[in-house]
């Protein structure tokens, strides 16, 4: 699940960034993020998959990868 999920979140940063060749590694503030692109991507995240994401989450994990990671961890 946790790839799966890591792929979703990845889809989301991309469109959320406009940034198609955005990676699972890279950090999503670094590529241009801030906090109201990461509320959007919350939102998104959730709307998607049905997992909510915690906004802070996001700047604990700021990529898509660490972030399924953490979401599949308090899930389970």
Same mark, same amino acid.
């Not at 955005?22 to 670094?30: T, V």
């Not at 997992?51 to 996001?58: N, R």
């Given at each position: 699940?946790?790839?799966?999920?890591?792929?979703?979140?990845?889809?989301?940063?991309?469109?959320?960034?406009?940034?198609?060749?955005?990676?699972?590694?890279?950090?999503?503030?670094?590529?241009?993020?801030?906090?109201?692109? %990461? =509320?959007?991507? @919350?939102? $998104?995240?959730?709307?998607? &998959?049905?997992? %909510? =994401?915690?906004? @802070?989450? $996001?700047?604990?994990?700021? &990529?898509?990868?660490?972030?399924?990671? @953490?979401?599949?961890?308090?899930?389970?």
């Amino acid at each position: 699940m946790t790839a799966q999920l890591s792929d979703q979140i990845l889809a989301v940063f991309r469109v959320v960034l406009k940034n198609p060749s955005m990676s699972a590694e890279d950090d999503f503030f670094e590529s241009g993020g801030d906090s109201t692109a %990461a =509320v959007d991507a @919350a939102a $998104m995240i959730n709307q998607q &998959t049905g997992v %909510a =994401v915690p906004i @802070a989450q $996001m700047f604990i994990y700021p &990529t898509a990868e660490e972030l399924a990671e @953490a979401l599949s961890s308090l899930s389970a």
